[in-house]
């Protein structure tokens, strides 16, 4: 009997809708209110940025992914991209390491996202609106405890229910006669200092954890059909499609609601479940067309949370597996179902730490901690490792190649290298805690395992690879 293999049953629309799931998520409907407090009348500019750093960094992913579509995405571009014998072991144990943590916290937001606007229909105290995160967790586990051919179906499922919850917000604007008011305002008090501000960057953390997912399908590469075609069309189609719903969502909340009475909300929070800005999207809803409404609605919005969740830990389970099977992490994560063909100690793993997470952390530090975990080893990382791999093996073999190569490298560096100081100092700080205990437990396992930097070169088993490092 052979050993349970992943199969490449997710085609096209299968990995777009994955993708665009995990994107939209809770994300932008906690984080609205955020950005409009803290931008103003230019909200909206929070929004553009982060679609345009999406689509940018969506090249990378493209090039990337297509070329080594694989089970587990960033590690291994990193392994490869930093040579597989070399640094690129230690960079890719970087990035499994923060996803063990990072990963669970995304969960964790999609958690607490839920229960917030759960609040909305239920009053939940603190306690129980942990317990509400917690038990989603186990919910949305018990999901994916599968096989991957029928999570695609359930995926789409869940995506028919993203679709008819943003739809309904767009429609509600448009038809309230009041939509193109926040376009005609958006340039009201402008001011080009606001936009290279610590207060800029503050928007722009929040609006990029919303357009997070877009390369979901690259940690699903192994599963992937077609995957040298289909890997950058589901991104490019994701971003542009999501970009386009977030802005019209913005607009048409901003005309029924108006930023500023969003704002004020923002600046009276007590921090409890009875904070309008909890559940700004049902109280639009309600103005439109009632209470009744407003309760579907925030029952819709569930549905999306639910539906992000399943995405997250679907993608972010095959990491640490992708990692272990390549001898390159922890045994443990390696193993797959026996019957049902999926890594489920690894997605247990995970989900016992996002269960914890739910439990312990708010969403405001659940947010900038996701993106200065993310930003150094792996988006950085990987615009780095894009340049490292055209040096040494040229661009003739790409399935795809990004235009307007290096640019789009340098203005994603930048673009990210702001958002990470945006983060602040405490969040930095927690980052370079779990970066530098990464280091450490990855310098103790090498030496274990007999492999770089204490192997030396002559033992390597490439060529390339021992070039790479003698460079």
Known sequence: MSAPKLQRSLGLFQSTVLNMI????????????????????????????????????????????????LAGGSY????????????????????????????????????I???????????????????????VIIFITFLLYRKVDSIG??????????????????????????????????????????????????A??????????????????????????????SMFISVIGIAILYL?????????????????????????????????????????????????????ILWVALASLFAVMLGYSRVPYAA?????????????????????????????????FSMLFKMKHIIDGILAMRIIVQFVGQAVGIILLRNRNGTKDLPYKMPLYPLPVIVAIAMWLFIFCATGLTIIVSFLVVFGSGIIVYFIYARLQNKWPYVSTDTLDTEDDIEFIGE
């Not at 994300?27 to 103003?40: C, D, H, I, Q």
């Not at 500019?45 to 940018?56: E, F, P, T």
């Not at 571009?77 to 063990?100: C, D, I």
């Open 113 to 135: 996202g839920f229960s917030q606007y759960l609040g909305y229909l239920v009053h939940l105290g603190d306690w129980q609106q942990k317990a509400v995160s917690g038990i």
């Open 248 to 300: 019209a969502m913005n607009v048409s909340v901003s005309s029924v609601i108006p930023w500023q009475e969003i704002k004020g909300w923002e600046a009276t929070k007590t921090g409890t479940m009875s904070d309008k800005s909890n559940y700004v999207v049902s109280i639009f809803i309600e103005r439109l067309y009632g209470g009744t409404a407003a309760t579907v609605a925030t029952v819709m």
């Open 76 to 111: 291994n571009f990193l392994k490869e991209a930093y040579g597989k014998n070399g640094p690129g072991r230690m960079m890719s144990f970087l990035y499994v390491w923060q996803t063990v943590i990072q990963a669970p916290l995304v969960a964790a937001s999609a958690a």
């Open 153 to 202: 179906k359930i995926g789409v499922l869940l995506w028919s229910g993203v679709l008819l919850t943003l739809g309904w917000i767009i429609f509600g604007g448009i038809a309230h006669g009041n939509f193109i008011q926040p376009l005609k305002d958006i340039n009201t008090d402008f001011s080009w200092g606001q936009l290279a501000s610590f207060v800029f960057g503050q």
């Open 204 to 233: 722009c953390i929040k609006s990029m954890y919303s357009y997070l997912g877009y390369y979901n399908v690259c940690h699903l590469g192994g599963e992937i059909k077609n995957p040298g075609r289909n890997i950058p069309r």
């Open 22 to 69: 995990d994107m939209v998520g809770i994300g932008p409907f906690v984080t609205l209110p955020f950005v409009m407090g803290l931008m103003g009348g230019m909200f909206l500019y929070a929004w553009i940025a982060g679609a345009v750093l999406s689509l940018i960094d969506a090249m990378i992913w493209s090039e990337l992914g297509a070329a080594y579509p």
């Open 324 to 356: 272990a099977i390549d001898g390159a992490f922890f045994k443990i994560f390696g193993k797959l179902h026996p019957t049902k063909n999926f890594p489920y100690v690894s997605l247990l793993i995970l989900a016992g730490f996002a269960f914890v």
